[in-house]
């Protein structure tokens, strides 16, 4: 009965699919371009990659960015974890419906409006307690608070599905809430962890508008580095830099997808050898 | 807290193990509870705050709301200067107008998009849908600042669009893309698509399917199965999809910044050169207090339809 609408409908997905994947594709094939004007193909050359491994402020971004992108998102897991918890095993309690709303409002707050926020309260807090200084730390915790909302989320789809009453069985039978926890419900929900860190990791290592609010001087993120390189106009070294960083992303989110499915498929292979 | 406990009903005497199950809920919701309230909600206090301040020539740019005088009064200065300017300079109100008109029509043409898009996933096998998702969701992981850069390696005057048009003869002068509305428009839908596409496919993909073919039975056309049934419940995707769009949108900075022209002014970029070219703090905050209060109705709308889908 659908087999009229197929091939429209077909056309409509290739051609989105088309829009979402040329650009990149044309991208990472430029950087391999020898010739620095955009619109001659001047042979292929690995120029512009070996030029990036001289380039000072590009490493010292991408190490700062690293080092930001690895703090936040694995605070990000710990808060998000603990918020997901409770939204879903403790029905009622006072601050619920806040922290429903904080959760979930990172996800529609335009960044401009969260960045000058935070940055307004920093400055604050400077001025009364002598703590934070704009910079690292300062990023961080402002990328903790977005990725927080994150991983809240993906964690707390896993653990409704999660059974509970494994986690009672085992309380039954005499181990503590958090021993129960920590060898039922964890193991269950870890994949959750894994996408909800990775995530967090690849948003913190994007951010532009909330990083350059909150950082001070001296402090440049990798995003930072790129927006003010386009913004002044060409620079083939961007595209290099662009391809590693797509490629590289991209391949851990296949392969992380891959091995999650892979131990989701084994354990539900378990539980049905279990069952017999 | 323990102590309290212990006072006020001393015949029940607790044990350690009582007072965890009474109490230990608290362990897990304060940390992130607290971490949001001070790092997020708070921050908008602040912000309140200082967009009834003036500019002022010091570190940090603007003159104290609250300020504790030498004879020990508490001092309360407020300016609604900033807010009168925001009413009385039409660069404001334009540029908000503008931000919603764009927002709006590229929400509309990612849900045309979208749209059949979800719906051909969600009429695949099992195993194909899986490596359409994967392939939608790749591009939702990838930078999105590395995106934006990358459409405009396609649409700029000598790129790769101009480049073939021009190659086969379809134009005779390069089209000029880069700099104008059309591109702002290309970098919102590029950008955002699979936001949409993604609750749009989880609703999509539910839908029972034994509906549609009672309706073919009852001697339906498809494209009144299709309005009747598959679009109605299709809603909540619609609207999950078109709220991540929209709202994102209005407040989007890097796109018009990198894509558009000067007078492609939208209110994220407004506030942006507000704070980091003039440095008048005070306006940039009584700006984002106004793009705030404006929002508050397409969150409420987003948070309402959220909240309700996860309780269920």
């Known amino acids: ?276 | 807290m323990n102590v309290g406990a212990e006072a006020l009903a001393p015949r029940h005497r607790r044990s350690g193990r009582e007072l965890m199950e009474r109490y230990g809920h608290w362990l897990i919701i304060l940390p992130p509870l607290l971490f949001l309230i001070i790092f997020f909600l708070i921050p908008f206090a602040f912000a309140l705050k200082i967009s009834f301040a003036e500019t002022a020539i010091r570190v940090p740019p603007y003159t104290d709301v609250l300020a504790i005088t030498s004879d020990k009064h508490i001092q309360l200065s407020l300016s609604l200067a900033n807010y009168k300017y925001l009413l009385t300079d039409e660069v404001y109100a334009v540029s908000y107008m503008y931000s919603l008109r764009t927002a709006f029509f590229s929400t509309l043409i990612c849900l045309l998009l979208g749209y059949p898009m979800a719906y051909a996933m969600s009429r695949s096998s099992k195993a194909t849908q899986n490596i359409l998702l994967l392939i939608i969701i790749l591009p939702f992981w990838t930078s999105f600042l590395l995106r934006v850069y990358a459409l405009e390696g396609i649409i700029r005057e000598n790129g790769l669009l101009n480049t073939a048009l021009l190659r086969f003869g379809l134009i005779d002068h390069p089209l000029k893309i880069m700099r104008t509305t059309l591109a702002v428009y290309l970098g919102i839908i590029y950008s955002y698509l699979p936001f949409m596409v993604l609750p749009l496919f989880a609703t999509l993909e539910k839908l029972d399917n034994t509906l549609l073919e009672a309706a073919a039975d009852l001697g339906n056309p498809p494209w009144r199965a299709f309005l009747d049934i598959t679009l109605p419940l299709s809603m909540p995707g619609v609207i999950a999809g078109s709220m991540l769009v929209f709202i994102p949108a209005i407040g989007e900075f890097v796109i018009p910044s990198l894509l558009g022209g000067p007078d492609n002014l939208m209110i994220g970029r407004v506030l942006w050169d507000e704070f980091f070219n003039n440095r008048d703090w005070p306006v940039a905050s009584a700006v984002a207090i106004a793009f705030l209060v404006l929002l508050v109705g397409p969150i409420a709308l987003y948070q309402h339809y959220n909240v309700k889908g996860m309780e269920v």
């Open chain 1, 1 to 276: 009965m659908f087999e009229r609408f197929s091939p429209l409908l077909f056309s409509i997905l290739c051609f989105g699919i088309a829009v979402l994947y040329i650009p990149i594709v044309v991208l990472i094939g430029y950087s391999f371009n020898a010739s620095e004007l955009v619109n001659v193909w001047g042979g292929f050359s690995t120029a512009w990659y070996t030029e990036l491994l001289h380039n000072r402020q590009i490493l010292n971004a991408a190490a700062l960015s690293l080092e930001v992108g690895v703090v936040a998102s694995t605070g990000a897991v710990i808060l998000g974890t603990l918020a997901a918890i409770a939204l879903t095993r403790y029905r009622k309690f006072r601050g619920r419906l806040l922290l429903t709303g904080m959760v979930n409002a990172p996800l529609v707050m335009p960044e401009v409006v969260t960045g000058i926020t935070q940055l307004l309260l920093f400055v604050s807090m400077l001025q009364f307690f002598g703590w934070p200084h704009r910079g690292f730390t300062t990023i961080v915790i402002a990328h903790i608070a977005f990725c927080t909302a994150y991983v809240t989320i993906t964690v707390q789809s896993r653990l409704m599905s999660a059974d509970r009453s494994l986690e009672e069985a085992a309380m039954d039978l005499g181990s503590g809430p958090v021993r129960a926890f920590c060898e039922i419900t964890l193991p269950i929900i870890a994949p959750a962890l894994a996408a909800g860190w990775l995530l967090s990791f690849t948003l913190s290592l994007d951010d532009l508008v909330i990083s350059s609010f909150v950082s001070g001087p001296g402090a440049s993120t990798l995003p930072m580095v790129i927006y003010s390189k386009v913004k002044l106009g060409l620079s083939p070294d961007v595209n290099a830099l662009a391809s590693i960083i797509i490629c590289v992303v991209g391949g851990c989110v296949i392969l992380a997808g891959y091995f999650m499915r892979r131990a989701d498929r084994r354990r539900q292979l378990e539980i049905q050898m279990a069952d017999r």
